[in-house]
Nanobody
């Protein structure tokens, strides 16, 4: 059974940084993508970034490129989202997801709240 467990998040002032972690287990993810999404109140869920587990290739939403960095620890089956220069509009519930392609995600984490105060 696949499990996706997130940690991190919380409250930070604008301009600050946070790191989210995501641990996936119960499957061989060598060809999978692990991505981050977010959903702000009253808005649809949006893509943040994803990483190919095998190649390490990364993909970002343009508006977050440069401020957010996705990375992986293959030995620990962990994926991180480092978020810098946070803005109040980054406030959202962030979700980690695992799937077989950049646009298809089958397994989701529980979500973690990120709140950026102005």
């Amino acid at each position: 059974q696949v499990q996706v467990v997130q940690s991190g998040g919380g409250l930070v002032q604008a301009g600050g940084s946070l790191r989210l972690s995501c641990a996936a287990s119960g499957h061989t993810f060598s060809r999978y993508y692990m991505g981050w999404f977010r959903q702000a109140p009253g808005k649809e869920r949006e893509f943040v970034a994803t990483i190919n587990w095998s190649t390490g290739n990364t993909y970002y939403t343009d508006s977050m490129r440069g401020r957010f960095t996705i990375s992986r620890d293959s030995a620990m089956n962990l994926v991180y989202l480092q978020m810098n220069s946070l803005k109040p509009e980054d406030t959202a519930v962030y979700y980690c997801a695992v799937g077989p392609s950049r646009i298809e995600y089958d397994y989701w984490g529980q979500g973690t709240q990120v709140t950026v105060s102005s």
